[in-house]
């Protein structure tokens, strides 16, 4: 099967949406997604999206707080342009249907929507609703685009590879991508005139994460293989606070939770966290998370507890409902006892190199939100940044394609081939790889690392890569398997930029190095065929 439109879209979530929605006004846009069209990252978050809509604060201070955030890596173009265009974003979601929480007393030239303080921020700027943000957001976003007629989603659909022209002899362009629709168990060509990425990050290389189950890095992986340039991938952040509990596969307690009053504490009750950073539970969250760490490790402890019971009840469930529900169903009340934490992976800060418009270094492929590498996080990303990035790159990337002449041809490619492929009889391998890669990611590349750890890492992995691609290309493709095959590339990529950089900063951090060395104060780099450098 054989499918052609102007923008292909891999990925569902606040940026594949924002930009769908655009470039519906200009052309056919064909927009696919490996479940229901809801299961995005972006459904899932907690938080808000961060800017600047109060008049007592402003743009100078949230550029520099991402800055500080960011611990010297940030790009400073990029921060100023996402802060700048943060207020027209709010406003643009409003537009569409997003509702947020308004300001219950609202004052004379005041803010007019209800703000949360962030851990990283130093003024209340985060817009919310409730503490489900991101659902409302993917919610009003999803309407918009099903009363679209010019975009068609096609769910359960894997994005396998990039089709590029390269691999048949001709320039290096990207033109569309080989796609498995899972229900009819077909592998479909998809061929467009401009190729987007927006298929979020890749927590699941870690054991303990708190995306869902479809972030396993396949736009990063994808691009990689395409040839595209990958960076900043040693940089992935660890939310301090993942509820630990064997039912709770994946629940983040959110940050708001901590900059509304939450105390962490030790298994001994007592606070901890001004014995590391003086700005306590609003520090960074990459200060936060390695101090829970080491306080785990220090005591032996399996968790540290996160307090907000000195706060009335009824101030929890109006600023927590969400959060509050879930954790009863769990067996917890936040209002009456401190819940048991732990760190997990919740944010790729580095993925595929692009420019301020979400352009490539491959003709005819764009990246944007997570799945892109911006320069807006640097080395480590400020609470509630990221569906603001979503947002105005998405929106940015739409006017660039825009620009561009619509004559593009679509080229005369083989549809995809299974070759001698055949059914597998042994799917426990990929049960096996997937289980074992996750946890050597966690044992050796999570949140303190060394040199020794890493060399055993890479040497792993490796190994695993060589079972998956001789699994691959005996079998017909599977969505397991292709997960699989992604999230070793991931944790391939992570731990070549880690071993890369000799230093310790901002979410990288080796006992080896604890330094921070500003003669590596550069982006790290690597491209298939090409070692990570410093660019």
Known sequence: MRITCDYLVVGSGVAGLTFALDAAKKGEVVLVTKRARSEANTNYAQGGIAAVLDPADS?????????????????????????????????????IGARFDPAEHPKPGGP??????????????????GDMSGREIERALLEAVAAEQNIRVLEEHTAIDLITLAKFGGPE?????YVLDVAAGKVVTILARETVLAAGGAGKVYLY???????????????????????????????PTCLFDPQAKSFLVSEVVRGEGGILRGADGAPFMKRYDERAELAPRDIVARAIDHEMKRTGAEHVLLDITHKPKAFIEEHFPGINAQLKAFGY????????????????????????????????????????????????????????EGVVFGRRASIAIAKHEAGRVWPDVP????????????????????DELRRLMWNYVG????????????????????????????????????ELRNIATVAQLIVECA????????????????????????DMVVKRGVPAHLA
């Not at 071993?499 to 550069?522: K, N, V």
């Open 447 to 482: 949140i303190v690392r060394s040199t020794k750890r890493l060399r055993r890492a890479a040497r792993r992995i490796a190994l695993l890569q060589e079972e998956i691609a001789e699994y691959y290309w005996n079998y017909f493709v599977t969505r397991d398997l292709l």
């Open 333 to 388: 009340d936040m209002s009456t006892e401190p819940i048991p934490v732990v760190p997990a992976a919740h944010y790729c800060c580095g993925g595929v190199s692009t420019d301020l418009d979400g352009r490539t270094s491959i003709p005819g492929l764009w990246a944007i939100g997570e799945v892109a590498c911006t320069g807006l996080h640097g080395a480590n990303r400020l609470a509630s940044n990221s569906l603001l």
């Open 112 to 129: 007019k929507l209800d703000l949360h303080l962030e851990g990283g921020h130093s003024a209340r700027r985060v817009a919310h609703t």
């Open 59 to 95: 743009f100078d201070a949230h550029v520099q707080d991402t800055l500080v955030a960011g611990a010297g890596l940030c790009h400073k173009n990029a921060v100023e342009l996402c802060v700048r265009e943060g207020p027209a974003s709010i406003a643009r979601l409003q537009e």
């Open 209 to 239: 994460t708190t995306n869902p189950d479809v972030a396993t890095g396949d736009g990063i992986a994808m691009a990689y293989r395409a040839g595209a340039e990958i960076r900043n991938m040693e940089f992935y952040q660890f939310h």
């Open 173 to 177: 362009i990207c033109a569309g991508a």
């Open 415 to 434: 549809d995809w081939d299974s070759g001698e492929a055949g059914t597998s009889d042994e799917a426990v391998v990929i049960t096996q790889n997937w």
């Open 499 to 522: 071993a890369a950089r000799r230093e310790s900063r901002g979410l990288h951090y080796t006992i080896d190095h604890l330094e921070t060395d500003g003669r590596m104060a550069r």
